[in-house]
């Protein structure tokens, strides 16, 4: 696994939101109005106006990979430019180019019983003929078992959490709702698991929720987690627009 980083930096484990973080939902993610509030036209640096976030990257300052320790594109493009944007100037447009592709950022953390992912997604449309597409997940490499939990988009555009471990058919729940017809939305994966070997996992786009409580077998209670965001699969010409990334570990 790679070396960890913590950017932005908070000392030691990443995050405890709930203590500090005024714009933050029950979940410990931004709420939707602290994600949509710009401080100035044309500009509103979403990471540097939170500080208390100990992971968080907006595409508004530093180049690829910015805060995640790598970026990586097999058949896929991953750029930064300003024509979109859920807080100015700039977001993130990943681009699938057909067939199987992978465009992804990630980065490593500590082991911990709690993840959580918040971020802003746009999906102009569903391309046609596309297939399945992973977009966001923690996953354990290290273990002599991969594991990996996470959420992704059916060929009809409607989301899904799913866990996966090698030599084990994927397990899914959700496949009920679609990403909202709107500019951008909040979307909250949190995973959580239990000293008895129990896990369970959960996503929201907006105020919709897709899976509740999920029922998932990890291989340990505390585990440390690759977090990957982008897109992956072998699926059709998927465009999607990334803004705002946070990750909390406890």
Partial sequence: MAARRTPRS????????????????????????????????????????????????????????????ESTADGATLAVDGAESA????????????????GTLFADFEPSRKLR????????????????????SFSYE???????????????????????????????????????EKPWVSVRLNVDFAEDGTGKVALRFGEDVVAESAALTPPAAELGARATVGLRGDSGVWQVRFDNLTVETE
Wanted: proline content about 9%; charged content about 15%; overall charge negative.
């Fill in 10 to 69: 908070l000392p030691g484990a990443l995050l405890a939101l709930a203590l500090a973080c005024s714009g933050c939902g029950d979940d410990g993610a931004p709420d939707d109005a602290a994600a949509s509030s710009g401080a100035t036209p044309g500009v509103d640096p979403f990471c540097a106006t939170r500080p208390v976030l100990g992971f968080c990257e907006d595409f508004d300052e530093a180049p690829l990979p910015g805060a995640f320790a």
């Fill in 142 to 180: 290290s273990l002599d078992v991969p594991y990996e939990v996470g959420f992704g988009f059916d060929a009809s555009g409607k989301g899904f959490v799913y866990q996966a471990r090698a030599g084990v058919e994927e397990v899914r729940a959700g496949g009920e709702v679609a990403l909202p």
């Fill in 117 to 136: 992912f918040f971020g802003q997604l746009h999906i102009d449309a569903v391309p046609e003929g596309s297939g399945d597409v992973r977009v966001a």
């Fill in 87 to 102: 807080s100015p100037p700039s977001s993130l447009l990943v681009a699938m180019q057909g067939g199987a592709a992978s």
